[in-house]
């Protein structure tokens, strides 16, 4: 079984939603509390960081080039220098109280973003769809955490994760591509680590970053867990397969909320690393516009 290596000389704070571009042979991320997207081609060691106005829970590159961006407040188009260019809606949780977090598209090139709601007192996130026309709307809630957004090739399934209640969805979708009613995929017991950002392979096998578990694991299409992979840190935050032949599985970690001492104990926290995988995993779509 492989190790996991670092990308490079990089830590952040909290490293999210790695995205791969295939036509630039480069990685993107979010490092939401520092309110950055950052972009690093492993070819040459280019690191470029553009700086939001506020937190940057997740994003999607679009067709037409630049960004769509889910920031605490709203949604938005950004151009490629990260300058905010049209608000799509404003973020349908109270903005106060629940962020944007995890995000992605869909096979068919529309954005989803889910909420985290920061008082932890009930189920108060939702994940919200904008379309293809740019229209939002909001598809589903009671949900504390929304993480783990991914979808099967076939686009018969929406997979999330509820990272603080420790459970992994699956959800029909319709032809049109409308949500049905979830299921539980997998729960998960105290001391496995709790799911959070994911990614699907070629094989339609789900994997799912471990927060707290210090592992990222892969799980079939039945839910069953075929392989772990182990890590230096204790917080794996999302995965997404990248390179040439999109057998690099890259990894962000975090290490918000971790004590001085902890950090010093685990000076990786908070780093990208790498793993080859023997299995290649599905293209990110980008978002489109019509």
Not at 148 to 162: C, H, I, P, Q
Not at 217 to 238: H, I, K, N, W
């Amino acid at each position: 079984m492989a190790d996991a290596n670092l990308l490079f000389d990089y830590t952040g704070h909290l490293p999210e939603c790695p995205t791969w571009s295939d036509a630039e042979q480069a990685l993107y991320w979010a490092d939401i509390m520092e309110c950055e997207i950052h972009r690093y081609v492993p070819a040459t060691g280019d690191h470029q960081v553009l700086q939001f106005p506020e937190e940057v829970g997740c994003f999607a590159l679009r067709e037409k080039g630049g960004f769509i961006v889910a920031l605490r407040s709203a949604i938005w188009l950004a151009d490629s220098r990260g300058l905010l260019q049209h608000k799509i809606c404003d973020n349908p949780s109270n903005p106060q109280l629940a962020r944007f977090n995890d995000g992605g598209t869909d096979r068919d090139g529309r954005f989803y973003a889910g909420t985290f709601w920061g008082p932890g007192d009930y189920n108060g996130a939702l994940l919200v769809r904008v379309d293809n026309q740019l229209k939002p709307k909001v598809i589903q809630c009671d949900i504390h955490g929304a993480n783990g957004l991914a979808f099967s090739e076939d686009k018969r399934w929406m997979y999330t994760s509820d990272t603080p209640n420790g459970v992994i969805y699956r959800t029909p979708l319709d032809a049109d591509g409308e949500p049905g009613t979830r299921e539980v995929f997998r729960l998960f017991k105290d001391g496995e680590g709790i799911p959070d950002g994911a990614a699907i392979d070629e094989e339609g096998c789900y994997w799912s970053a471990m927060f707290d578990g210090w592992r990222v694991a892969r799980f079939s299409p039945e839910g069953e867990q075929l392989a772990e992979y182990r890590l230096p840190v204790r917080c794996p935050t999302m995965v997404c397969f990248g390179g040439a032949d999109m057998r690099t599985l890259f990894i962000t970690t975090t290490r918000e909320n971790m004590s001085v001492e902890e950090v010093a104990q685990y000076p990786l926290s908070g780093a990208i690393f790498t793993l080859p995988v023997a299995v290649a995993g599905m293209k990110k779509r980008p978002f489109i516009e019509r």
